[in-house]
């Protein structure tokens, strides 16, 4: 089995789901590729500790995905299986959205619209100190709704932050419905580059197609700042959680936790 | 005033280069020092503030030490839930400074008017809030502030009333600095621009000792019992609305032990009506002079009585 195994990753958060009876899968599960490859290749943690003060950012502002880098904190080592089983437990430390005091989730979000200006900072502040880290910053297509994003995009444009590699989860739900029925976005691919971003549209499902685009990407030193917007399936990877938004608040139950682990057992 | 809080930034940040300026397209002249100087430490974030207090924190987040200016209707009031997540729950070393608090703006109107800046951020938890009431308040503020390592909000109102002080001073934590002596019937506590209407009623016959309370939170409750347990009453004077403000700092500590009145002046709950000069809307919130010693005989009269201590 290969290192962040997206079927074991999501087996994961079934798991932390089930014991903390919590919401927000479908939401984890459309950014889990997005998720592995970036932990897998393009994090960099010197000496694996992610408290590292040359290490590269990840930004979570979509923040209640957060089983999903929960999943991968776990896997790098850094959060015991303990505590993913305690999860929503009293006195658990892991909250339902990121939350900056969890050593390796770099930002509180989860309130929308702050995790993309802070990373926005940590970009500026490594061109300011002149090192090669880079800010990954995962957005959800709702939270283009924000003014802030625009503020921090123009921003990130105005500072030339080409190490700021933002990350659209676009699965095309936001809490009430469809971000079409809610608020049209548009094309996010024209509104990144119109802002002045090196953008990109791909599967955010198909991992080669995401490791091809940051590598991509990243070798354009071009002083433009980086956009992928990763076209995903909200309640990617269990049938019935596929396309229905009702996964963003729906609790598993025995017969649900049960028949969704099975398909992640089986499935290629 | 001003002129020492652009001093004390150009210092600091030519000795530590981690120290950036952020600002959200305000401060035209203000910093030209800065700008002259330190180019490569400043920040234009443009007019955007809740993006610039996110930046802010990242940036302090890999190890700088940024102070954010904007108009205190701006920063902290427009950007306050970044500053409660972004920067006070990570407990970040970030200043924020808030120019023109109070009725500062007197002609622009309610949006640039900053009555209840301190009501909003004395309830983030972590975060130090400071209002300095001329130039050695501020230069003792400013230090404090480069000291503490965590969030600090710095309200900056009406700076050309003078020195309340005359000499340079140190600040330590929450502390209430006596700038008048008194008979001891009745205390003054004023903050920022006010500490000068406290000091004009007395030099006009009152008799009051007064303090300047530069240090809002912290706010040093020994010291305040102290002065609490000798006087018959206390009497607060703010630029800022009485609700939430340093009056109810003082009367919220001052209530946990005495039976003390505390009397609050300040703000009534109420945007301003019309514009003019500063002085036109002190008198519109009665908070000019002689508005302010009428209240104060006013409620000596009715409600000193030493026994109720």
Known sequence: ?268 | MRAAFSKAIVDAAKADPKILLLTGDHGYALFDDFRKTLPDQFINAGIAEQNMVGVAAGLAKAGFKPIVYGLAAFVPVRVLEQIKIDICYENLPVILMGDGAGLVYSHLGTSHQSTEDIACTRAIPGLTVLSPGDRFEMEATMKFAFNLNSPVYIRMGKSDRGDIHSTALALSAGEILKVREGSGKTAILATGSMVRTALDLVDQGLDAEVWSVPSIKPLNAAQLNGIAQRVGCIVTIEEHSVIGGMGACVAEAVSATFALPVFRIGIEDRFSSACGTWDYLLREHGLDLSSVLGKIQAFIETNHNPDMR
């Not at chain 1, 990350?167 to 548009?186: P, R």
């Not at chain 1, 309640?235 to 596929?242: I, L, P, Q, R, Y």
């Open chain 1, 1 to 268: 089995m290969s290192e962040f195994n997206s079927r074991q990753l999501r087996r994961t958060v079934l798991e932390m789901a089930y014991a903390g009876s919590t919401v927000h899968i479908g939401c984890a599960f459309s950014l889990i590729e997005i998720l592995a490859v970036l932990y897998r290749n393009h994090l960099r943690y010197p000496g694996n500790d992610p408290q590292a003060v040359e290490r590269d950012y990840l930004v979570l502002s979509k923040g209640h995905g957060v089983m999903g880098q929960y999943a991968c904190l776990h896997e790098k080592g850094w959060l015991p299986k303990s505590e993913l089983d305690n999860y929503f437990g009293d006195g658990s430390r892991l909250k339902g959205l990121s939350d900056g005091h969890v050593v390796g989730c770099e930002v509180t979000s989860g309130s929308l619209g702050h995790g993309l200006s802070v990373g926005v900072g940590m970009a500026l502040a490594a061109k300011l100190a002149k090192t090669d880290q880079h800010c990954y910053a995962i957005v959800g297509d709702g939270e283009m709704n924000e003014g802030t994003m625009w503020e921090a995009m123009l921003f990130a444009t105005h500072w030339s932050l080409d190490n700021l590699v933002v990350i659209v989860d676009e699965n095309g739900f936001q809490a009430m419905g469809k971000t079409s029925e809610v608020m049209k976005l548009g094309s996010l691919q024209d509104k990144f580059s119109a802002f002045g971003f090196d953008t990109v549209s791909i599967d955010g499902h198909d991992e080669r197609a995401i490791e091809s685009a940051l590598a991509q990407l990243k070798a354009n030193k071009n002083g433009m700042p980086k956009a992928i917007v990763a076209r995903t399936v909200k309640g990617k990877g269990v049938s019935f959680m596929e396309h229905q938004n009702i996964w963003h608040y729906t609790r598993l139950t025995e017969a649900s936790f049960g028949a969704a682990m099975a398909e992640l057992e089986c499935a290629q």
